[in-house]
């Protein structure tokens, strides 16, 4: 996509910058890569929200103050606590009128699917799903037919818009592929480091990433790369894993495996399908998530006494006004009744110890692969997701993918421990790729936690330019090893379960001086007062 021009690498851009929320960190990094575009020779150009939707996620998502309040503080925060210049609001841009076209319908689910926590299908057949849509669905309209006059008057080439996913997010995007031009989706990354770029794709894509967890399933790691690799899944077993957007179960206690008869040891892990509900990179084909586990027992003739299901801690907490209840009772309800032992959200037990002790993990797409495949466990994945290409799952994603599939705990032992060596050394492979490889810009763009970086001179504009002019997202670094011998020493001391020597690894080294990334001066107070409210509602 993108038009011709694009190609032509003398001639500068005209970028535009949308963000609808004022959430830590996104704006900021949104500014961050408008500075590298202008050092770059490109023009720059900004959308945002001046309280102009009529309803929007950050005001369905809290009821801790009236409306305008909200709006009040997200236009403190947005993208005019950054930029002086060059600003267009959503609500001076609704003429002419632009007809939406018939997909637009669907743009608000995903906002209205994570909003409610919905886990069903009757969930999502209710009507407080359909209310919440239909609720959203006016600012989606007004988003789009903004976003389409503002790539017309400023004569945009790219644009690149915060997220993409949620209801007036998608409608920018959505309005910039319309319109024929780059749009890249902009969010941070899985560990902290760098920026999530994705080219034509919302931050749920899996193309890009497909692309580059695949290619370098095959290169073996240095032994800095595997060290720092092994430093991410060091930090989620120790509990230190501060720059995650969230970090759950910490301060559990470890426990032993909870069914003392059981002759297998698989652990269901379920996640939160209303997180990628509808995008069609996560689909699978199981109508349901408890049918793709009714399946797994009988595939592999596994009795309730073999399986243990951890509800995922994050239900037992709320998210805005919103709580788990409803995955909790859906997967529960089904474990109880066949038998199975359930560990709810808000118990203490640690999920990584029961981790330790299984044979296997049976999830849907959820992160906890990570950890369980560095440690050799047989990970049984029932549908897509960011590491279907990294080459130490088991596909269950369908019926067809589950009949080719063996449980390794019924294999000999030799067999066993050569699957489970490969599948440590693919994971660490994976865990490098998602934070160096994938991360864009991961030696310059630091985070000090979850929303607060700072940023090291030097980065190559360059990177985005090309990113804007290919649409092809490359590989931050291109380095690794010409054998697996590094790979074996930090293999070995993981099976050893030495997670302190890798401590010193956590922290990439800083390369450069600091660069200075911040607000316009009388908005500088607005991030010290965030800093004192919970994770995720900045």
């Avoid at 409608?171 to 899985?190: N, Q």
């Avoid at 509900?277 to 003739?301: I, N, Q």
């Avoid at 979850?450 to 090291?456: E, I, Q, T, V």
Wanted: hydrophobic fraction near 40%; proline fraction near 5%.
């Amino acid at each position: 996509m993108g038009p011709d021009h694009l190609s032509n690498a003398g001639q500068p851009l005209r970028i535009g910058f949308a963000s609808i929320y004022a959430w830590r960190p996104h704006v900021e990094h949104l500014h961050y890569l408008s500075m590298l575009a202008r050092q770059d020779g490109h023009a720059c150009f900004f959308l945002t929200c001046d309280a102009d939707l009529p309803h929007c996620y950050t005001r369905e998502l809290r009821d801790l103050r009236p409306d305008w309040q909200e709006c009040l503080a997200c236009r403190a925060g947005g993208l005019r606590s950054y930029a002086s210049a060059g600003v267009s609001s959503i609500g001076a841009l609704q003429e002419p009128a632009i007809d939406l076209p018939a997909a637009a319908a669907q743009w608000p689910l995903s906002s209205a699917s994570t909003l409610g926590r919905f886990e069903s299908d009757e969930d999502f057949a209710s009507p407080a799903f359909r209310a919440l849509n239909e609720r959203l669905a006016p600012s989606v309209e007004r988003a789009y037919r903004a976003a389409r006059n503002w790539i017309r008057l400023e004569k945009l080439d790219a644009v690149c818009v915060f997220n993409g996913r949620m209801d007036a997010t998608r409608a920018i995007f959505e309005a910039a592929r319309d319109a024929g031009i780059r749009v890249v989706s902009v969010e941070r990354t899985w560990f902290g480091d760098g920026l999530q770029l994705l080219p034509e794709e919302n931050c749920l894509g899996l193309h890009a990433v497909d692309a580059l967890v695949g290619t370098w399933s095959q290169h073996p790691l240095t032994e800095p790369q595997a060290r720092q690799a092994a430093a991410y899944v060091a930090a989620r077993f120790t509990g230190r894993n501060q720059t995650e957007w969230r970090a759950y179960n910490t301060g559990a206690s470890a426990t032993d495996w909870p069914v003392a008869d059981a002759r297998r040891r698989v652990l269901l892990l379920p996640g939160s399908r209303n997180e990628m509900w509808g995008h069609p990179d996560w689909e699978s084909d199981w109508p349901e998530p408890v049918a793709a586990y009714e399946a797994v027992m009988a595939h592999f003739g596994l009795k309730p006494a073999d399986l243990v299901l951890r509800c995922h801690p994050n239900w037992g907490e709320k998210i805005g006004k919103a709580d788990g209840q409803l995955a909790e009772r859906y997967y529960t309800d089904w474990a109880r009744a066949r038998g199975i032992h359930v560990i709810a959200s808000t118990d203490s037990a640690s999920t990584m110890s029961l981790i330790a002790q299984s044979d296997a993990i049976v999830l849907a797409s959820g992160s906890a692969a990570f950890e369980a495949g560095v440690l050799g466990k047989q990970v049984i994945a029932t549908a897509p997701s960011i590491y279907q290409r990294a080459g130490f799952r088991t596909d269950a994603s369908s019926p067809q993918a589950l009949s080719q599939a063996r449980l390794h705990a019924d294999l000999d032992p030799e067999a066993r421990a050569t699957l489970s060596r490969d599948i440590s050394r693919k994971a660490l492979r994976f865990g490098y790729t998602m934070a160096r490889r994938v991360a864009q810009y991961a030696a310059f763009v630091r985070a000090e936690s979850s929303s607060r970086y700072h940023y090291l001179a030097g980065a190559d504009p360059g990177r985005l330019t090309r990113l804007l002019r290919t649409g092809v997202l490359e590989t931050d670094d291109a380095g690794f090893a010409s054998d697996n011998s590094a790979e074996d020493q930090v293999l070995d001391a993981i099976a050893r379960r030495e997670w302190t020597a890798f401590a010193a690894d956590r922290a990439l080294p800083e390369a450069g001086e600091r660069q200075a990334v911040r607000r316009r001066w009388m908005f500088r107070p607005i991030d010290t007062i965030r800093a004192w409210m919970p994770v995720g509602d900045r």
